[in-house]
């Protein structure tokens, strides 16, 4: 039973990012190949550094960021490869609890403008969503703080350009000024 699902998951994932990103059907397979392959392997105890290295290597390569999706993505996203990792899974998450995400963040963004001392309670809004989509842990402070402020740029998309790249500068330095990420 643990076998199909993970065959049907590794499909599902891969076709989902697959349409997506407009890949081409070939990369859609091979994405889903390649994590089937990671996720056979770990559920059956095998030796996964193959898997995950291919698995790196291919997410990387599909994930190239050849433009800017959002004014702050090369600020934010500042590894040597220019890839936009977490652009997909902020947006579907984003998507699943639309109201319940859009409303917590307006409320916090009202009361850091009223409060007029950084933007904490945005940031708060921000670390929320990178604790749903990852783990927490030191290996992955860079990605957790990325995750955070790609959420936030989402949610600020909405807003005029110049008020976007000002308020993503101050929840920049408040996610610089955070030390665990919790």
């Avoid at 490869?81 to 963040?105: M, N, P, S």
């Avoid at 945005?122 to 992955?140: C, F, R, T, V």
């Avoid at 989402?154 to 920049?172: C, G, N, Q, S, Y």
Wanted: with cysteine; hydrophobic share 40%; aromatic share 10%.
């Amino acid at each position: 039973m643990m076998r199909a699902l993970i065959i049907h998951a590794a499909r599902w994932f891969a076709h989902r990012r697959g349409s997506q990103n407009s890949w081409r059907y070939a990369d859609t397979v091979e994405l889903e190949d390649t994590l089937r392959e990671l996720l056979l392997a770990k559920y059956e105890k095998r030796d996964t550094a193959h898997a995950w290295n291919a698995f790196r290597d291919l997410m990387y390569r599909l994930h190239g960021r050849p433009f800017e999706p959002f004014p702050g993505c090369k600020d934010i996203c500042t590894q040597v490869e220019q890839i936009c990792l977490y652009r997909r899974a902020v947006a579907d998450f984003i998507a699943a609890a639309q109201e319940k995400r859009v409303g917590a963040f307006n409320d916090a963004y009202e009361a850091d403008k009223k409060a007029g001392d950084g933007r904490p309670n945005s940031w708060g809004e921000g670390k929320d969503a990178a604790h749903a989509l990852i783990e927490y842990g030191k290996p992955y402070h860079s990605a957790f703080k990325r995750i955070g402020l790609c959420y936030v740029q989402h949610m600020l998309a909405d807003r005029v350009r110049p008020i976007h790249d000002l308020e993503l500068e101050a929840l920049k330095g408040e996610a610089d000024k955070s030390t665990n990420g919790g």
